[in-house]
């Protein structure tokens, strides 16, 4: 019960930043809505995760794994929006692509996983021990 309130606080919250820095880039912030996709791509996990969390896993089978990809994908979308709203110049531009290894790597392995139906994904996971 705890965590369905603390994920969904999380989902409000990362929704509300979004359009905060969505509206800031109306405003004049040049780079405001990179973050703002950021937060709203963040409020995507926490959706992933509550509806992970509250047991609905099996009415929506797609859904699995695709919380690991995303949360794969966090590190290196807020290193660039980061960099980008504050004007940090990258020194080494190698760096960015280096962390997205990781989570390219990680779809090209479960490529298999994802195409399967939803019943054989929730099969694949009943056969887990």
């Not at 794994?65 to 660039?80: A, D, E, N, Q």
Request: include cysteine; charge should be positive; charged fraction near 10%.
């Amino acid at each position: 019960m705890i965590g369905t309130i603390l994920l969904s606080a999380g989902f409000i919250q990362s929704v509300f930043l979004g359009l905060y820095f969505y509206r800031e880039a109306n405003t004049g912030r040049k780079f405001s809505r990179d973050l703002s996709y950021f937060f709203f791509f963040l409020s995507l996990i926490m959706i992933c995760n509550l509806i992970y969390f509250s047991g609905n896993l099996f009415e929506f089978p797609h859904l699995i794994k695709l919380g690991y990809l995303f949360g794969f994908c966090i590190s290196p979308f807020f290193s660039f929006a980061v960099t980008r709203y504050f004007g940090i110049p990258k020194e080494n531009r190698i760096w960015f692509g280096m962390f997205l290894f990781v989570p390219v790597s990680f779809f090209l392995i479960h490529i298999p996983f994802f195409l399967l139906s939803g019943e054989n994904k929730i099969l694949s996971l009943r056969n887990n021990p």
